[in-house]
């Protein structure tokens, strides 16, 4: 299992459509087969950052969410309300402690 994080910078007249967005589809997203885990977060200061937090079970399976119908649409949804290039980081976790 590995971990995906996707920071995403968004104009500040979008973030609402963006959050209504996300309701709409955080389920199905983490029902996608071979995810986890699915959190969304927002900075602290400069609430206009957003970051996505989902486990998969191997790459493949986030590939295959990457070559979905159901990515391509959020993408497609998602994209136009940026102000800031998206960045995203697939990193494998060491350590967790609860």
Sequence with gaps: MFVRIVKMSFAEEHIT???ANFET???RIRNFEGCQFLELHRDKHNT???????YWNTEADLENYR????F?????Q???MFNGKPEAWSVDK???LE
């Design 17 to 19: 459509e963006f959050q």
């Design 25 to 27: 589809v955080k389920q």
């Design 48 to 54: 206009n950052i957003f970051f996505t937090y989902s």
């Design 67 to 70: 070559h979905s119908d159901l």
């Design 72 to 76: 391509k649409s959020v993408w497609a």
């Design 78 to 80: 998602t994209k136009p």
């Design 94 to 96: 060491l350590v967790s």
